[in-house]
Nanobody, 126 residues
């Protein structure tokens, strides 16, 4: 069973870079069966897919966030990383990592993904 755990600072100042890690256990992030996505949910809003990385290391981004987002992985640690640059208070959200068996680029419900991390709250404020 895949388990995911997000970690990172809960408070980031405007204009800085938000950096999060998703530690995966139970499966290898190089397993061909999985896509690994970052998703966020701002307060009072829906789930927004930010991007994903597949077993081969191919990366897919939400076009609306692509210019500020970097997704990478460390296969030796079996974890994923998310960086979001030049943050503003509008980037305040709960950030999740999640796994799926196919590439999902629009989240219609949590069931679009097989496994989710518990999420981590990130607040952008000075």
């Amino acid at each position: 069973q895949v388990q995911l755990q997000e970690s990172g600072p809960g408070l980031v100042k405007p204009s800085q870079t938000l950096s999060l890690t998703c530690t995966v256990s139970g499966e290898s992030i190089t397993d061909y069966r999985y896509y690994w996505s970052w998703i966020r949910q701002p307060p009072g809003k829906g789930l927004e897919w930010m991007g994903a990385i597949d077993y081969s290391g191919s990366i897919f981004y939400n076009p609306s966030l692509k210019s500020r987002t970097s997704i990478s992985r460390d296969t030796s640690k079996n974890h994923l990383t998310l960086q979001l640059r030049s943050v503003t208070p509008e980037d305040t959200a709960v950030y999740y990592c999640a796994s799926s068996s196919s590439l999902v680029t629009e989240v219609t419900s949590r069931s679009d993904f097989a496994s989710w991390g518990q999420g981590t709250q990130v607040t952008v404020s000075s």
